[in-house]
Nanobody
Framework: QVQLVESGGGLVQAGVSLRLSCAASGRLFSIYGMGWFRQAPGKEREFVGGISRSGSSTYYSDSVKGRFTISRDNAKNVVYLQMNSLRPEDTAVYYC???????????????????WGQGTQVTVSS
C-alpha cells in the first residue's frame, strides 16, 4: 500500500524560504513521476510542479516558476519542494502525489496521479 507523508510546512513571513518533504513508501518509488499540488481556502486544487521519475525533467506552474524547485532522492524515496521568496498568496495546504502510470513525462493534471499525501499547511504572513 502506497503511503505519502508530507512534512516541513509552517507559518512563515513573506520573503523567506521553506522546504517541504514527501516521504514515499509501498512501491518502487524511482519508477514513478511525482507532483506537488496546493489548495487554498475556497479555491480549487492547483498544480504547483512535477518531476519525472529520473528527476531529469521538471515543470512548474507560472505562479511559482523561478521561486520553487522540485527535486527527488530516489535512494531515500523522498521528493522535495524548495520554496523561496514566499508570498502570502502561496498560503495553502500542499500535497504531494505519485503518478498512476509509468510515463516519464511530467503530468500537470491531478487525474494523472493515483496516490496523495495528507497535506501540510503553509501559511505566509505579510
Amino acid at each position: 500500500q502506497v503511503q505519502l507523508v508530507e512534512s516541513g510546512g509552517g507559518l512563515v513571513q513573506a520573503g523567506v524560504s521553506l522546504r517541504l518533504s514527501c516521504a514515499a513508501s509501498g512501491r518502487l518509488f524511482s519508477i514513478y513521476g511525482m507532483g506537488w499540488f496546493r489548495q487554498a481556502p475556497g479555491k480549487e486544487r492547483e498544480f504547483v510542479g512535477g518531476i519525472s521519475r529520473s528527476g531529469s525533467s521538471t515543470y512548474y506552474s507560472d505562479s511559482v516558476k523561478g521561486r520553487f524547485t522540485i527535486s527527488r532522492d530516489n535512494a531515500k524515496n523522498v521528493v522535495y519542494l524548495q520554496m523561496n521568496s514566499l508570498r502570502p498568496e502561496d498560503t495553502a495546504v500542499y500535497y504531494c502525489a505519485e503518478r498512476a502510470s509509468l510515463g516519464d513525462n511530467v503530468a500537470v493534471v491531478g487525474t494523472e496521479y493515483r496516490y496523495w499525501g495528507q497535506g501540510t499547511q503553509v501559511t505566509v504572513s505579510s
